[in-house]
């Protein structure tokens, strides 16, 4: 190869590769590309409340679905870890998820169910961080992502008892009546 042509290729190869020359046209300086925006690959579907009851368990539904024509892989890893304030009075039954924990392991669009308990009454934020890969026909990518759940857990309201019952309101004894 003649030394000129291989300094034409070497220029040209430069160009291409900072962008400044596509398709054979010299692009002007301070153009920046614009990449197309893809719809995501992936939907996470996450309840955004969840209502609980003092001190009884309940448990919010996390699915994690592809698009048509992607998969979420069953051979990579998938990792769900929740986290609430250590004092926060929000008990969470399990903190890390893995595909084993899907209520069917080799379903298409894994779905979680995640146990809590709320031990004091208030409004909590769960803290959702998932990890896994969505592969097309031919590759694969891995993904993180963040959400959030709130919990709201509310004290049961008593059962009204009728007057007179024993433990119940108007449990007094009523003084005897005077006779004439």
Known sequence: MLPRTLLALCIAVALVVSGTLVHGQAK?????????????????????????????????SLT??????????????????????????????????RRKHAADKRADSPRFDLQLRGAQAG?????????????????????????????????????SQPAGTLGGPGTEPTPPAKSP
């Open 28 to 60: 002007p300086a301070g153009t920046a590309t614009k990449k197309r925006k893809l719809p995501p690959d992936y939907r996470v579907k996450l309840p955004v409340l969840v209502k609980a009851e003092l001190n009884k368990p309940v448990s919010a």
């Open 64 to 97: 994690i679905a592809p698009r048509p024509g992607y998969v979420i892989s069953r051979d990579g890893p998938l990792y769900i870890d929740l986290s609430a304030k250590t004092k926060s009075g929000l008990t969470l039954k399990q903190r890390h998820y």
């Open 123 to 159: 409004t909590f934020v769960v803290s959702v961080a998932m990890r896994f890969w969505v592969c097309a026909k031919r590759t694969c990518r891995p993904v993180k992502d963040n959400r959030t759940l709130t919990v709201q857990v509310t004290a049961p309201v008593p059962a």
